[in-house]
């Protein structure tokens, strides 16, 4: 069995203040990208194992498709640990950047495993969401409005296709920090309110922007620079995804996402990848995840 895990992108990521139990509230818009990973699942005899093509990708119980595993294995109502499969994931998502590889990894490899070992679909989400905040997303795929830790999910009107060019620097920011900066910058005692309303199927990318941009890009200036140039290439919106590091620009057409890229390649130094992709809709990434 293979199935595919796609990257998403945050068009718009508030911070809004702190919850109970410590996380940050946020208010954020997901979407689906075509870039994805690939995991190829196979039944073999003995302990589950998990093997990568990534070498700074872990490849033991501490990933979270070995997690997933683990977790399914459990509701399936089996003793013990997960055994008699094992995982070869191919990796095309950069890792620490922002784009939620490892959430998505761990959505697609529950969706496997629950139809491998038999547990209603339906339990999925509670899975998801004791395996991380991220991961109930991609479960959903398209264009989601994410509310309180990001996992109160609310699907909208996929916006239209568009071209993606995505500037990987070669630093990673871990979400521990970026949230450490932002309160350190901002302050949490004090919510914060976003613009206008909770945005419903309207929602515009004038209205959009990411809280942890300027905190992060103070500790990196690259990710300033580079969504300046983005936005000088001609993307109608540039902006860093999630807690970093990555920075993505929208284009209309495809042409004009691969001169940006062109054009940055050229410019920007200490890169790790320049990678030109599109949005996904819903029905696409359900579509397109056992392919």
Known sequence: MRVQAFAKINLSLRVLGVLADGYHELRTIFQSIALHDTLSIRRVRGPFWLVCD?????????????????????ASGRPGSARNVGVTLAKQIPIAAGLGGGSSDAAAALRAFARLWRVDAKRLPDI???????????????TVLGLERGDVLFPLIDRPKAWVTLVVPSFGISTKDAYAWFDADVGVERPLQPNGSLPAQGFALREARNDLEPAVAKRHPEIGRMVSALRAAGASYAAMT??????????????????????????????????????????????????
């Open 54 to 74: 990534d070498v700074a990708c872990p490849a033991d119980s501490t990933n979270l498709v070995w997690r997933a595993a683990e977790a399914v294995w459990t």
């Open 242 to 291: 999630g807690s970093g590091s990555t920075v993505f620009g929208i284009f209309d057409r495809k042409p004009a996402a691969a001169r940006a890229a062109e054009s940055l390649a050229d410019r920007e130094r200490g890169l790790s990848s320049i990678i030109v992709t599109r949005t996904l809709t819903r029905a696409e990434c359900r579509r397109l995840a056992a392919k």
């Open 128 to 142: 998801a969401a004791s395996l991380g905040a991220d991961v109930p997303y991609f479960l959903e795929g398209g």
